[in-house]
Every structure is written in C-alpha cells, then in structure tokens.
C-alpha cells in the first residue's frame, strides 16, 4: 500500500501498542506483570517494534522479514521451554489484530480513506498476523523436539547409572533424574523382558525407563509396590518378562540379576511364562543361581533316591517336599498332592528306610527342603 498512508498512522503507533499491551494483561494472566518489571518492559517493546514493522513490511517492496520472524521464533521457543501452551501467544495476537482493525477502521473515516485502502491494509494485517504467528509455531515446536531430545537422552543417562555395578553415586542418579524430569523413589524393580526378534518392542508408560536394545531388554519400574503398577506394566500382556525384586536405586543392578535369573528359568521350563515375580520363586531362583553348588549337594544328599527308578523318585520326591513344607503332616501334605493319607504315610515308611533319622533331623529341614524343590523344579 502507498507508505503515505503508513505515515499518517506513524504518530498513532506506540498509542495502540500500549493499548494492545494492556488488553493483552487484562485478558491473559500469563502475561499480566507488574508495570516496572523486565518481563512487562520487553513484551511492550515486543509489541511496538512489531507495529513498527508491520508498517515497514506493508509499504516496501523487498522488505526484511527476517528478524521480526526470528524475533517470533525464539518467542515461540520461549514458550516451549516454559512448559506453556502455545494458545497464549495465539490468544495476544488474535486480540492485537481485532484493536489493530477497530482502529484501521476509525482511522480510516477520520482520515477519509478510498474503502479500498482499507480492505487492502486489514487484508496485510491477516496475512502478517498469519505469517508471525506460523514463526512462533514453528520456534515452539522446533524447542519441544529439542527438549524431548535432551529429556530423552537424560533418561537413558538415568537408566544407565541405575544399571552401573559398582553403584553411582546417589547425588549423581538424583541430579540426573531432574534433567530427565523422573522422579527418584525409594525403591526400584527391575523388569526384564523376553522380547521375540520380529516383534516391536511395546509403548509404555513414561515412568518406566526401558532399554529395548540390551541383550536381554529391560524395565526400569519405580515404587513396585505402589498402586497402580499393574497398569504400569500392561502393556507386557502376552509377553513372558520377570519383575525383580524391590531395590533402592543405588541397587538396581541386583534386582535386573534377579530377573534375568527368572527368565533363563522360565525358558528352561522351570517357571511358568506370563508375569513372574522373583518374589513368588525364592528358592527356585536360589538354587538356580548356585546350580553347580546344589547339583553337588544334591549328589551328596540325595543319593539314595537318585538310585531309584525314574517312576519311584517321580512318586517320592514330591512326598516328601509336601511333607516337609507342611511341617510333618501327613493329611495336609495328602490334600495338597490330592492322594490318600494311606498313600502318604506308605510312601513315608519308605522314605525313612531310604534315609532313617536324616529325613525327620531339625538341622536338616532347610537344606532338605531346598535339595527337594530343586529336583522339582530345576531337573
């Protein structure tokens, strides 16, 4: 449009800037500061240079855009980094451009304008409304990328220190965990995952800290004992993954040991698929985690039912672990293998001829117990 226009309307600036300030505060109070702070002084000199140079845009030919559109992108990107939402910033702009027409339009009769002059000057707001208001957009979103980027690799930095053996520090693991923007519980669990080649690893909660690329993928899980940790952890439906057990921070390294543990027994048939919990399988995983010392206690210990037949042991050895677990009662330990009492009590005669006192001996018990299970679950 012919800059005698702008000219005329020069005077007029800052007076609408400042009126545009003010709605601004008075409707948006995320914008509303004290008169004299910094943050209040900026956003006015924001918006008058902005007035300014739609001036300039509008009636020169060849104009620079360039620093009112990274002025708006690095506003936008302001925003992001606050956490705000960008319809603040959308909101000022809409009410700047409704008080920028009504006085076009005043303007316009007091000063006798052509009605084309007018059409064209509100058309050129729109447009530059538009134009600075896709630079914050694009200044928002390019910050958010960013900051997800940094958030996630602070993550895995997180992730990372809790696995480390020995231990990082606590100091270390806390001031991570704020840049991740996780907080630290008092315990931990370690989830590790049988993961198949050909399936994508599933999306889970942002509280779980997951490493999929590890050789046997993995689950950071937060407070496992609070509520809502099934939910946490649904997304593993149809999967077999093993929680380990509870763990300060500092020791999570132990609780994944414990869970990988669970899945070497589940894949060798000792444990059930689906969700295990290492808490469910103590002595199963003890005697997996020391197999060569129990195989040779084993050896020692039981050698009088390894001498027997395979159908004898398969009889034998769940009687007496039945027995043992349910302190020398013979019905209970009936209703539990859902035998006679008879039954039980023959094959009782029998095992006290295999081992005599040994079997019934307080000291025993313990080992016995632990021997027994291992037949059970890990032969």
Known sequence: M???????????????????????????????????SDYARKMRHTVR????QFAEVITREGADWEPLLRLYARIGAYEARKGNSLENLQTALRMSGRIA?????????????????????????????????????????????????????????????????????????????????WQVPRSVAVVAVLLPAEKAPPIMPPELLPDWEAAVPYLV??????????????????LTAAIGPAMPPTRAAASLRWAR????????GALRGGLIRCMD?????????????????????????????????????????????SGHNAVVAAERLGVHQQTIRYRL???EELFGDTFTDPDHQLELQLLLHTLVRLS
């Open 281 to 325: 399988h103590v002595p199963t995983l003890l005697a997996a985690a020391g197999r060569d010392l129990v195989d040779s206690a084993v050896a020692r210990r039981l050698a009088p039912l390894l001498e027997l037949s395979d159908a004898r042991r398969t009889r034998l050895v769940p009687t007496m672990l039945a027995y043992l677990e």
């Open 101 to 181: 027409c009504r006085r076009f339009t005043r303007d316009a009769d007091r000063l006798d304008w052509p009605p084309t002059v007018l059409i064209e000057i509100t058309e050129a707001l729109f447009a530059f409304l538009d134009t600075i208001s896709n630079a914050a957009a694009m200044g928002y979103d390019s910050a958010r990328a960013q900051l997800a980027n940094e958030k996630e690799h602070y993550r895995r930095r997180l992730r990372d220190a809790l696995m480390d053996d020995p231990p990082a520090s606590p100091d270390l693991i806390t001031n991570l965990a704020t840049a991740a923007g």
């Open 49 to 52: 240079s902005t007035v300014s």
């Open 349 to 351: 005669r029998r095992i």
């Open 221 to 238: 899980l937060p407070d496992p004992d609070g509520p809502g940790r099934d939910r946490l952890l649904a997304g593993l439906a149809g």
């Open 261 to 268: 543990q669970a899945l070497d027994c589940a894949e060798r």
């Open 2 to 36: 012919p800059s005698r226009y702008a000219r005329l309307l020069r005077p007029y600036f800052d007076e609408a800037a400042d009126e545009m300030v003010d709605r601004i505060q008075e409707r948006v109070p995320e914008y509303d500061r004290p008169a004299g």
